[in-house]
């Protein structure tokens, strides 16, 4: 699990050095983040009805983005290399 952070977190750094991912967001932290999310799917899955599944898969996903891109009214600023 380790290696695939350690991928995830090389290709979150990819997008801060084209833009597409916040400047500020710790590539590592997020890694993880994204990994912890997607691992507790299955608990999801088995304790919601299919309704509201959906509809916390969608909200889950739009925050996670919110988190990653960049605001374009803000300034960039740099995280401190992980």
């Known amino acids: ?5 350690d991928a995830l977190a090389d290709a979150l750094r990819h997008g801060q050095a084209t833009g597409d991912i916040r400047a500020d ?3 590592a932290a997020v890694a993880w983040l994204l990994l912890s ?8 899955l088995a304790a919601m009805p299919q309704d509201a599944r959906d509809r916390l898969d969608t909200a889950i996903a739009t925050m996670a983005a919110g988190l990653l891109i960049p605001d374009p009214a803000q300034p960039p600023t740099q995280h401190p290399p992980t």
């Open 1 to 5: 699990m380790r290696r695939i952070a």
């Open 25 to 27: 967001a710790d590539p």
């Open 37 to 44: 999310l997607i691992s507790a799917r299955p608990l999801r």
